[in-house]
């Protein structure tokens, strides 16, 4: 079983920074990708930026300019440092894994963008 565990989320200010991890447990193929979704009040779950075991990204248009996917693959962590901070960030940020034509999803981590 996967388990995935978001952590880094908190309230900052806008044109802030933060950081948020994700941690992957159990039987996990090396051949996955992992990412990030978000899901703002009121709105639909949506593609943040996703990374494949080999580093190949993909982002959201308009988060690709200030936010930024890594991976550690020996730790089984996912990264998304998010920069500029705006307040149509805020949102619970999720993140998932796929592989074997499975997905898996963490529980979330909120965000929130205010002064």
């Known amino acids: 079983q996967v388990q995935l565990m978001e952590s880094g989320g908190g309230l900052v200010q806008p044109g802030g920074s933060l950081r948020l991890s994700c941690a992957a447990s159990g039987i996990i193929f090396s051949f996955n990708r992992m990412g990030w979704y978000r899901q703002g009040p009121g709105k639909e779950r949506e593609l943040v930026a996703v990374i494949t075991y080999g580093g190949s990204t993909i982002y959201a248009d308009s988060m690709k300019e200030r936010f930024t996917i890594s991976r550690d693959n020996a730790q089984k962590t996912v990264y998304l440092q998010m920069n500029s901070l705006k307040p149509e960030d805020t949102a619970v940020y999720y993140c998932?894994?796929?592989?074997?034509?499975?997905?898996?999803w963490g529980q979330g981590t909120q965000v929130t963008v205010s002064s």
């Open positions: 998932t894994l796929v592989a074997a034509g499975s997905s898996y």
